[in-house]
């Protein structure tokens, strides 16, 4: 079922704002909370908040870089894209609903990352988990936002894939 122009447009503006917002708020109260020196543990140190200040993109990468290729990299290049991946949001009609869902996230959590360099120089990443066989390295919401949109975009293409996969067997 394919959503009207007006409710497709709203559904891109409250699930762009919905994910931009909740990662802006939760790095707002982390700035003004936890000190840099300052870790709280919870469910047997399994989650940890701190606050790290990333001046390159996920897991560091670039932080090493000079100014220019930093600003190059990991702020013109992304907001090209993301620019165009919103205008390919608002004009494209054929895309699934569920695909444009998980877009709209990736595109929202971008858009929370992209407004930090610019605003802040740097990230604000302060989650760390650990479940002894699985740890992550320090994220934020923006970063849960495009993983939640690339898991809803890759299960979805998958569940297409296996359905015409199976469709071609009979």
Known sequence: MRLKPVLRALLILIILSSNIGCDQVSKNIVRRQISSTEQISFMNNHFT???????????????????????????????????????????????????????????????????????????????????ILFETGI???????????MTIMLLFGLSISSRDRFRNML
């Open 49 to 131: 908040l701190m606050k790290v200040e990333n001046s390159g993109a996920f897991l560091s990468f670039g932080n090493s870089l000079s100014e220019v290729w930093r600003i190059v990299l990991l702020i013109v290049l992304p907001l090209i894209v993301l620019i165009g991946t919103f205008f390919y949001l608002i004009t494209k009609k054929n895309i699934s609903n569920i695909t444009l869902v998980g877009i709209c996230f990736v595109t929202g959590g971008g858009i929370g990352n992209i407004y930090d360099r610019i605003t802040y120089g740097s990230v604000t990443d302060f989650l760390h988990i650990d479940f």
């Open 139 to 149: 994220f934020n919401m923006a970063d849960v936002s495009i993983m939640v949109g």
